[in-house]
């Protein structure tokens, strides 16, 4: 189907162990971005990529790792998870600036 | 102090009547976008704009530039427009990406 998923929708884990949520658009889009939702906060902007092997830093990187090694999708890994990126994670891409952005469904992540 | 600010943090309204949530912000910007996320978590554009105004079916979107202000309108507003309703600033010189800046939301809950 088209559109961008992210799995898993749901994940409980411990702390320190790796996770690796996942984001995939059948659009081509060149753009892809990582937001994470707290209660409290706007989304916020993890990562993000322009193309295919090309990520940047957004405004809260620590902790997470991106990469990019085909257009469609973006992987985000927790290297050690911690308590404090307990979260709800929004995949999203875009084409361009002036296009509108498209969400994934989200990822429920909780860090016990 | 917030670089967007929307009001109110949450609203209660009664089928029918009219709503408008507003949007605040300090930085310059390219483009706003209003987003609706319901209750399963779920994010969806509603609009994109840069100047003026923008009209889908019950839904109004204004923007004015030099006060650095918008509104979004519901018109004869219904239960199923119950959601958050999120701005979110696209801001200027950012390069390429046009990295997105989020308020922190607008709880609408409308009632029978």
């Known amino acids: 189907d088209a559109g961008i998923t992210q799995s898993p929708r749901y994940k409980i884990t411990e702390t320190g162990r790796q996770v690796t949520l996942m984001c995939h658009q059948t659009?081509?889009?060149?753009?892809m971005f990582w937001y994470r939702q707290d209660l409290g906060h706007g989304l916020r902007l993890i990562y993000y990529?322009?193309?295919?092997?090309?990520?940047d830093k957004g405004e809260v990187p620590d902790g997470y790792v991106v990469s990019r090694s085909k257009t469609e999708n973006f992987p985000l890994t927790l290297e050690s998870a911690t308590r404090s990126q307990t979260s709800v994670y929004f995949c999203?891409?875009?084409?361009?600036?002036?296009?509108?952005?498209?969400f994934g469904p989200g990822t429920r992540l909780l860090v016990l | 102090k917030n670089e967007v600010e929307q009001s109110p943090q949450n609203l209660t309204a009664q089928e029918g009547e009219f709503i408008t949530i507003n949007c605040s912000y300090s930085v310059g910007i390219s483009a706003l976008h209003w987003l609706q996320q319901h209750p399963g978590g779920g994010i969806v554009s509603l609009f994109m704009l840069s100047s003026g105004k923008k009209k889908h079916g019950r839904l109004i979107a204004t923007i004015n530039i030099q006060e650095k202000h918008s509104s979004l309108h519901i018109t004869a507003s219904h239960p199923r427009d119950s959601a958050v309703y999120i701005c979110?600033?696209?801001?200027?010189?950012?390069?390429?990406?046009?990295?997105?800046?989020f308020g922190t939301g607008t709880r609408l809950q409308v009632t029978l």
């Open positions: 979110a600033c696209q801001r200027a010189n950012t390069g390429t990406a046009s990295k997105l800046t």
């Open positions: 999203a891409s875009r084409e361009d600036s002036w296009e509108t952005q498209y």
């Open positions: 659009w081509s889009h060149s753009y």
């Open positions: 990529s322009a193309a295919a092997d090309i990520t």
